[in-house]
């Protein structure tokens, strides 16, 4: 493999703070200072909330895992990628929020998207359990809006990339993982299959982009998903569409020219 890949540029003023922090490991750092307090208004039930967001340019990349989560060394931006509303419970992550259309609007307020999780949750900083239950909440609304499959299958990807960096988390801490917890790898597993499994279908009954995902990158998702759903010859067929593709990124090139090799190897 080529080595950490970066999950977007990196300047020098960032390339020096990440500096500090690996050089000192036990370096402390605020968290609360890198987040800022973000208006919204839910398109369901009109209600005006605020949420916290990552500050532009404070979450300092770390390289991407070969499924393309990217990864960070001060903090956990997925943390703060969904926004549920304290009053109805709709939630949806924050790059889609305000798009619902009007069937999906009738969906969610007949069957009340309610029992808003988010209500007796604190404000402020979230834990990866209290993000976790954000996560639930949004899953929950695909299905009761009748969302697409593509839609269905972001919104399980990023679940799982979640459930990951909890699990990463308690590991750089020395803390325990079982098969029973939360974030354990069999629960990650289990969507890691659900999002394939719509992204399947996705690619049988929608264009492109599904759910914003251009081809090419979805193709590549695809080929990480079938490789580590062990469907190596999948796997195989997807990563040499993505090599085909002409609107590839030198990033993704990279990525899908050593998951080929990998998969060469195998055979």
């Known amino acids: 493999m080529r080595g950490k890949l970066p999950g977007s540029p990196i300047t020098d003023n960032m390339l020096e703070a990440r500096n500090v922090i690996l050089d000192n490991p036990l370096k402390m750092y605020n968290e609360a200072e890198l987040l800022y307090d973000r208006k919204y208004t839910c398109p369901v039930c009109g209600k005006e909330f605020a949420s916290k967001a990552v ?23 997925i943390k703060y990628y969904v926004l549920e509303c304290p009053k109805c419970g709709y939630a949806d992550m924050e790059s889609t929020f305000e798009k619902v259309n009007r069937f999906e609007l009738e969906e969610l307020r007949k069957n009340k998207a ?3 999780l988010a209500a007796n949750l604190p404000y402020g900083i979230r834990d990866h359990a209290e993000a ?17 499959y593509g839609k269905r299958g972001y919104t ?30 069999k629960e990650e597993f289990k969507l890691l299959k659900y999002a394939y499994t719509n992204f399947r279908e996705a690619e049988l009954k929608e264009s492109f982009p599904i759910n914003g995902v251009k081809e090419s990158t979805f193709d590549y998702i695809m080929a990480a998903l079938s490789y580590m759903l062990d ?12 090599l085909h593709n002409d609107d590839l990124t030198p990033v993704l090139r990279i990525k ?3 998951l080929q090799n990998t998969l060469r190897k195998e055979r």
């Open 132 to 148: 976790l239950m954000h996560y639930k909440s949004a899953m929950r609304c695909d299905l009761v809006r009748k969302a697409k």
């Open 156 to 185: 399980a990807l990023h679940t799982a990339w979640l459930l990951r960096s909890w699990r990463v988390a308690l590991h750089n801490a020395g803390e325990p993982v079982s098969d029973g917890d939360p974030m354990s790898e």
């Open 256 to 258: 899908a020219e050593d």
């Open 114 to 116: 309610v029992k808003s």
């Open 231 to 242: 469907k190596k010859e999948e796997s195989y067929k997807y990563v040499m569409r993505v």
């Open 55 to 77: 500050r532009t340019g404070k979450a300092l990349p770390d390289g991407m895992d070969f499924d393309l989560r990217q990864r960070f060394v001060n903090l956990d931006p």
